[in-house]
């Protein structure tokens, strides 16, 4: 069986010492490593080399990370490439707008280097390839999308169509924040006229017939699949 393709980053931040540090620490792990100073740089090293994960620093000269995340994200090619922001601690404002035009999560200034390598590690383990099979399998629960099943410990789990629909696109991406307009549009389209609280009763009802707290909040945002 031939290696899994060496997985491309593209880091960018004004700040040299965050490149060489991250970068060195990246790279100790097996990754590919490309660098840009700046927004524009960014977007035009992205196209080139098509990373599987982008690290962007929110303040950034030229074309902010939100900026570059945004041009990014409305091209088909960039549609599932990761994205971590990097954010001032307390700027809890660009931690929103951030995942709202979707990023898939950040990580606080000053970066502790294991930190982000960890987050990085993780990102990756949560992307299921395309041809994975039709369970997805989280500790005990299995969530079977061709039998619309959801067992726990063996134990099924009766859910409402909708309600597995639900949970099921939340379950593909864990950890990332899907947001309320986003889950509208996947889940309910153009079949009827639905609102915010149409969600919040689903999750509730997928919360108490599962019996465990698997689908975390994000307020103001969205929700996301996060087993504890």
């Not at 990370?65 to 404002?93: H, N, P, W, Y």
């Not at 889950?183 to 609102?195: A, D, F, M, T």
């Amino acid at each position: 069986m031939a290696a899994a393709p060496t997985k491309k980053i593209l880091i960018a931040d004004d700040e040299p010492d965050i490149l060489e540090i991250v970068g060195y620490n990246l790279q100790k792990e097996g990754y590919e490593v490309h660098t840009a100073k700046n927004g524009d740089e960014a977007v035009d090293l992205a196209k080139k080399i098509k990373p599987d994960l982008l690290i962007l620093d929110i303040m950034m000269p030229k074309k902010t990370g939100i900026e570059v995340c945004q041009l990014l994200r409305a091209q088909t090619a960039f549609k599932e490439t990761l994205i971590i922001f990097l954010t001032a601690m307390s700027d809890e404002a660009s931690q929103i707008s951030g995942l709202e035009i979707g990023a898939d999560d950040y990580v606080n200034k000053p970066i502790s280097p294991k930190v982000l390598v960890s987050r990085v590690n993780a990102l990756f383990r949560r992307v299921l390839p395309k041809e994975t099979s039709s369970v997805l399998q989280f500790g005990s629960m299995q969530i079977d999308t061709v039998k619309f099943m959801v067992t726990i410990a063996g134990d099924e789990k009766v859910l409402a169509k909708k309600e597995f629909e639900l949970l099921h696109l939340l379950a593909s991406r864990p950890g990332r924040v899907f947001l309320r307009n986003e889950i509208l549009s996947q889940i309910w389209g153009n079949e009827v006229i639905v609102g915010d609280r149409t969600i919040d009763v689903h999750i509730r009802k997928i919360r108490q017939k599962l019996g465990i707290d698997c689908i975390t909040t994000v307020k103001g945002v969205g929700y996301k699949f996060d087993l504890p």
